[in-house]
C-alpha cells in the first residue's frame, strides 16, 4: 500500500458491500469471505434455471414459459441481497461492473445461449427512473455487453403504462398487470434475432414472460433471460 492510499484508507476505509467489514487492499467490493459464498447456480432446470427439481421443474409445471432459456448466477443469499440493494441504490457503476465480470465468467464457463443479437434490459418506468435517477438492469445489460460482443440496445423496451408496483400483488394480479405494460421500440429491427433480456432478479418471471410474448409476437428469435439473482 502506497502511503497516498494508506492515507485515504485511514478517512475513508472501504468497506464490504456484503458484510461491511473493512476491506484489504486486494478486495475490491465483497471481502474474501463474502467473495466465497457466491457460488454459481448449477444442477438446474434446462430451462427455467429453477435449482428446484431439474429433471420435473415444479416451476415450469405451473407457469406457461414463453422464453427460450433463463438462467440466474447465483441463488439468492446475504451477500447478493446486499450486492442488489447497493445496485439499485447506491454504488451503481461500481457494482454493475463488477457482476458484469461475473456475467462474462458464467457465460464462458456454461455457454448456456447460443448466438445472441441483441442485448437489452428490462426497462423501469419513466416515474421510478427519474425518482431513482437510473434503471439497474441497464447497468447490468452494459456492462455486460462490454466483455461481449454483443449489440446493446438499451431503449430496447419501453414500458407502456404505469403499472403499479409488483410487491402487493399475488402471482395471477401480476400477470394480469403486466400483460400489456410494453412495447418494443419500433426503431429497431428484431425479426428473427436472438434476444437476450437482462434483469437483476428473477422473481416469479412475470415481468419478463409479458416482454418475452411481445418479442415473440413480433417474430424475434430465440429469446434468453439473465438475472444476478433467484427468488424462486
Ligand atoms: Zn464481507
Ligand atoms: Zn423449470
Known amino acids: 500500500m502506497n502511503l497516498l492510499t494508506a492515507f485515504i484508507d485511514l478517512f475513508f476505509p472501504r468497506i464490504c458491500f456484503g458484510c461491511e467489514n473493512r476491506l484489504q487492499e486486494e478486495e475490491k467490493i465483497l471481502c474474501s469471505n463474502c467473495e466465497s459464498s457466491l457460488q454459481f447456480l448449477t444442477g438446474i432446470c434446462e430451462i427455467c434455471g429453477s435449482p428446484e427439481n431439474p429433471s420435473a421443474c415444479p416451476v415450469c409445471n405451473s407457469n406457461e414459459f414463453i422464453f427460450d432459456k433463463a438462467r440466474s448466477l447465483f441463488s439468492f443469499n446475504a451477500t447478493v441481497q446486499n450486492l442488489i440493494h447497493e445496485l439499485k441504490y447506491n454504488e451503481m457503476k461500481r457494482i454493475a461492473k463488477y457482476l458484469g465480470e461475473y456475467v462474462s465468467k458464467y457465460l464462458y464457463l456454461f455457454q448456456p445461449f447460443e448466438n445472441i443479437d441483441i442485448i437489452a434490459p428490462v426497462p423501469l418506468h419513466k416515474v421510478k427512473k427519474r425518482a431513482r435517477g437510473f434503471n439497474q438492469a ?78 415473440k409476437k413480433n417474430h424475434a428469435g430465440r429469446i434468453y433471460v439473465l438475472t444476478i439473482a433467484r427468488a424462486l
Do not use: Y
Open 138 to 215: 441497464e447497468f447490468l445489460s452494459k456492462s455486460i455487453s462490454v466483455h461481449i460482443n454483443w449489440w446493446h440496445i438499451p431503449n430496447l423496451i419501453m414500458r407502456n403504462r404505469f403499472t403499479d408496483t409488483q410487491t402487493k400483488l399475488d402471482r395471477k394480479q401480476r400477470q394480469e398487470n403486466v400483460s400489456d405494460a410494453f412495447i418494443i421500440n419500433p426503431k429497431f429491427e428484431i425479426k428473427n434475432k436472438n434476444i437476450l433480456i437482462v434483469d437483476d432478479v428473477f422473481t416469479t418471471g412475470s415481468t419478463v414472460n409479458s416482454i418475452c410474448k411481445l418479442l
